[in-house]
């Protein structure tokens, strides 16, 4: 009986599933993968909040009302320093790229324990009544709702209809996967979230 108590303790430390007070990504776009949901979960309590580092949301604008029949392009820049680009940093194709991003896609595919990658990687965790309702990790710096999430099967924009949103995005620049030694490297957040609504 002692031994088999020691072996339940002993697994149930070892390789388990992340869990923790975040909610598990409904979209992985670009070459985001789960190792980055880990991350991300592990290091968000000590965001640095920094409006010089952190993404600044450039469409819609702040504090529009977005009609639900007309679903907007979320853009965002890499820091409130520098624009980045629309597709990111993170390498996903060419010569250099020979399957450094197999699971390259502009959204709603769920990808696990593929190559690690370096460059920044965003969450955008989207929120209503204080509780975060959609969450999406990607390289890209734009997002267009799906209709349906094919991570977490729910109706992606029928969920922010007729709500007051709150959108939070954190970056981190990751070098294969991890944080980049040496330097400060986020997750970085802005002081303040940006906030629409979405007509019914």
């Not at 992340?18 to 965001?47: I, M, S, V």
């Not at 991003?101 to 990658?117: D, F, K, Q, R, S």
């Not at 922010?160 to 040496?182: A, E, H, S, Y």
């Amino acid at each position: 009986m002692r031994t088999f108590l020691l072996a339940i303790v002993f697994l149930s430390g070892c390789g388990g599933p992340a869990t923790g007070p975040l909610r598990e990504p409904d979209e992985y776009t670009g070459c985001a993968t789960d190792e980055h949901w880990r991350t991300f979960d592990d290091q968000e309590k000590f965001a640095m909040v920094s409006d010089a580092q952190a993404p600044s949301v450039t469409m819609p604008a702040e504090g529009a009302s977005v009609p639900f029949a007309m679903k907007p392009t979320f853009t965002w820049t890499e820091s409130g320093t520098a624009p980045g680009m629309p597709l990111g940093d993170v390498a996903h194709d060419g010569p250099a790229c020979a399957s450094c991003c197999p699971e390259w896609n502009t959204g709603a595919i769920t990808t696990m324990h593929l190559p690690p990658v370096s460059g920044d990687v965003y969450d955008l965790q989207f929120s209503s009544g204080g509780k975060v309702f959609y969450r999406v990790l990607t390289t890209i710096q734009e997002w267009l709702p799906p209709d349906v999430s094919n991570s977490s099967m729910i109706q992606a924009w029928q969920s922010f209809k007729g709500k007051q949103v709150t959108l939070k995005i954190w970056r981190m620049t990751l070098l294969r996967n991890d944080l980049v030694p040496g330097t400060p490297s986020g997750p970085f957040v802005a002081t303040q979230p940006f906030t629409f609504s979405v007509g019914n």
